[in-house]
């Protein structure tokens, strides 16, 4: 149990914590849908080939990470998305700790694959893509990574979805 009593919000058992990492990337590639971009969470094609793979210790064997997202906005850049819920801890010294440590996780992660994937193929574009971790705490804080993507995806909707002098509104999304 957490310090507030809450059961499913810490077991790392049952379904809870994966439906509701599903249901974040249901919503969030719904928010970017809304804003003109063309995102997909459902596509296993898609999504597994969105960044490169490189071989486990030289062997056959291949390592691939598989983000929750893959966007194009409308200039047809591709931005792929990996989400997160992580758990605030009692002891956190400061607000949102727990959010942007695992922003910082997320990405020391995708780095690391990337680094060794330019290893093996270094002129592979999918190498440039940029990976934003989108990182939720269970209690609803969002990291800083987060709440710079989410006006940046208001101002898309703003000047895409409402192609007129009156953003009034922008606001409201």
């Not at 694959?113 to 270094?122: D, G, H, I, Y």
Request: aromatic share 6%; net charge positive.
């Amino acid at each position: 149990m957490d310090a507030l009593g809450t059961h499913l919000s810490v077991c790392p058992w049952g379904g809870w914590r994966i439906a509701k990492h599903g249901h974040l990337n249901s919503m969030y590639g719904e928010f970017l849908r809304e804003a003109g971009n063309d995102a997909c969470w459902a596509r296993v094609d898609k999504l597994t080939h969105s960044l490169p793979s490189h071989s486990k210790d030289g062997g056959r064997t291949r390592v691939q990470r598989i983000p929750d997202i893959i966007s194009v906005d409308q200039q047809g850049r591709v931005s792929l998305m990996d989400a997160m819920i992580t758990l605030p801890t009692a002891n956190a010294k400061k607000p949102l700790a727990a959010a942007n440590d695992g922003e910082k996780k997320k990405r020391e992660k995708y780095e690391q694959f990337k680094s060794k994937c330019k290893r093996e193929n270094p002129d592979d574009p999918r190498l440039s893509r940029e990976v934003i971790p989108i990182v939720f705490e269970t209690y609803g804080a969002a990291g800083t990574t987060t709440l710079e993507h989410m006006p940046l995806t208001r101002h898309q909707y703003g000047n895409v979805v409402l192609p007129c002098e009156d953003n009034s509104s922008e606001s409201v999304f």
